[in-house]
């Protein structure tokens, strides 16, 4: 006796065995063929299970005899493993399809985007200005902001300006950088000596633990 069959297809196991239009998440395919909650969007980042054009693909992924299948082959073995199957390389002939869970696939290729973007981040210059007259209060403001920039990989460039008859304060100038140097010891390397460019005294910093330059 035939064994009647469930509305809307699929292979009709009990729910928590896999297969196709299971309710909700944990592992194998919702109604969509995508497994967990994942919505695809209207242009995915790669073809998945039933979206995948070719008819056949070369078979990579955990737990799988690497080789070329048909894609009802393919489909089906991710489906055995309540995975997903996802084209990789499109462009090569058969694309390449693996065996994952797309949803950690996603997160793990964001997560790796997300390091390699901090690492490759580019310094910045950061000015910090000063006069010859600055007090204890607005230095201690000052350096903190400076602490801050050096921590988050930048540098900072701090001068002191002089204007009008001030320019006869270099040697005060001078001294305020020395004592700015000394306040951010711990967090920066001092790149030069305050020099004068201009009406304008200046010193250079670079994070601890970064290459001059």
């Not at 995508?34 to 242009?43: A, H, M, N, Q, T």
């Not at 799988?64 to 393919?74: D, F, P, R, T």
């Not at 997903?84 to 390389?89: F, R």
């Not at 058969?94 to 981040?121: Q, R, T």
């Amino acid at each position: 006796m035939a064994v009647p069959q469930k509305p809307g297809g699929g292979f009709n196991r009990p729910p928590g065995q896999g297969g196709f239009n299971r309710p909700g998440g944990g592992g194998g395919f919702n109604k969509g063929g995508f497994r967990g909650r994942f919505v695809p969007r209207k242009e995915a980042e790669h073809r998945i299970n039933q979206f995948i054009r070719a008819p056949q693909v070369r078979l990579v992924g955990d737990n799988v005899e690497v080789g070329i299948y048909s894609i009802q082959e393919a489909m089906k073995i991710a489906q055995e493993q309540q995975l997903d199957l996802v084209e990789i390389s499109p462009t090569v002939d058969p694309p390449v399809c693996k065996v994952i869970d797309y949803n950690k696939f996603l997160y793990d290729k964001k997560k790796k985007e997300k390091e390699m973007k901090a690492k490759s981040k580019v310094s910045e210059v950061k000015e910090i200005r000063f006069t010859p007259n600055t007090d204890d209060h607005d230095f201690d403001f000052k350096a903190k902001h400076a602490e801050g920039f050096l921590k988050e990989g930048n540098k900072v460039k701090a001068y002191v300006q002089f204007k009008g008859r001030a320019i006869q304060f270099q040697e005060r100038g001078q001294l305020l950088l020395l004592k700015f140097a000394e306040r951010l010891a711990e967090v920066a390397i001092l790149e030069n000596m305050p020099k004068m460019e201009g009406r304008r005294m200046l010193a250079m910093f670079a994070p601890k633990g970064k290459k001059k330059g």
